[in-house]
């Protein structure tokens, strides 16, 4: 059972496209990687990037420079197998160890404080887990890929509810690939090519369909990004599922971008190998 508290929260938006109407420069490059696949940044700009390639976890500080790593192969209290997704909030770090069936938790210093998994528990269990956020009431949202469903549990670590799984509602997730979290608690799913919206209960609210395939979706106090190729989908949270456009960013980076977030005016896009920022103005 988990013993952990969990602090934060999370802000989202969601759709369409809208032409660029920010000025965005390249103002550094950041990191180095083999195989990065998912970036977050805290409160206080600490950078924290999965390489998924050696099962690290990388984290930065507010210029880049690496402070501290943690991991490699295995399932010990500082080590992974196919680390898929990180999420921060001020005071700790919780990382989806997707073939460990469990989610670790750090302080900001990259210390171990608890893991969590479900292997014991009869009733409900997750396995592969792709995502991961904490609201700020302290509710834990776990996306389990294995059977395509987001899992929400409470502090304590107990079972509350089933988000989009085929026992749960009128919206049966079919191929969910990331998630991320409203200030009120809702959720916004990215399954194949939509973005499907439940509430913070596991209700579903509205669905959107992409005109382009996005591969991750991340966000950060009000903005959301979207990565889909070298393409970033950016803005603000809208009031009402689907009615506020998306800024449309495309960088020129070499790969495609892997994450996305943006912080302080600042646009961090994340690719395997490294982190483009860029400073957006208006």
């Not at 404080?113 to 592969?128: G, V, W």
């Not at 890929?145 to 079919?174: M, P």
């Not at 194949?192 to 950060?220: H, R, T």
Request: avoid cysteine; aromatic fraction near 12%; glycine fraction near 6%.
């Amino acid at each position: 059972m988990i013993k952990t508290k969990y602090y934060m929260s999370i802000l989202l938006i969601v759709l369409p496209l809208r032409v660029l109407s920010q000025n965005i420069v390249p103002f550094a490059e950041i990191g180095q990687f083999n195989s990065a696949n998912s970036i977050s940044i805290n409160s206080t700009g600490f950078i924290f990037v999965i390489d998924e390639a050696g099962n690290e976890i990388i984290k930065l500080d507010t210029l880049g420079n690496e402070v501290n790593r943690i991991g490699g192969y295995g399932w010990d209290s500082y080590s992974f197998d196919s680390p898929s997704d990180i999420f921060t909030n001020t005071l700790n770090i919780y990382i989806a160890d997707k073939n460990n069936d469990r989610i670790q938790i750090y302080d900001k210093d990259l210390n171990f404080l608890s893991s969590f998994s479900t292997k014991d528990n009869e009733n409900i269990q997750f396995r592969y887990p792709t995502g991961v956020a904490v609201y700020s009431q302290g509710d834990l949202f776990i996306l389990d890929s294995d059977n395509s469903r987001i899992l929400k549990f409470d502090l304590r670590g107990d079972f509350i509810t089933t988000i989009g799984g085929i026992e749960s509602g009128n919206y049966v997730l079919n191929n969910p690939k990331k998630f991320t979290l409203m200030p009120n608690g809702n959720l916004i799913v990215i399954d194949n090519n939509n973005l499907v919206y439940f509430d913070q209960f596991g209700n579903y609210i509205n669905n959107v369909k992409l005109e382009y395939e996005p591969a991750n979706i991340n966000s950060l106090f009000d903005i959301v990004a979207i990565v889909s190729g070298k393409n970033i989908y950016y803005g603000k949270i809208p009031d009402i599922p689907g009615s506020s456009s998306l800024n449309l960013f495309s960088p020129k980076i070499v790969d495609d971008a892997r994450d996305a977030v943006i912080f302080n005016s600042k646009m961090y896009v994340l690719t395997e190998k490294q982190i483009y920022v860029y400073q957006i103005t208006d």
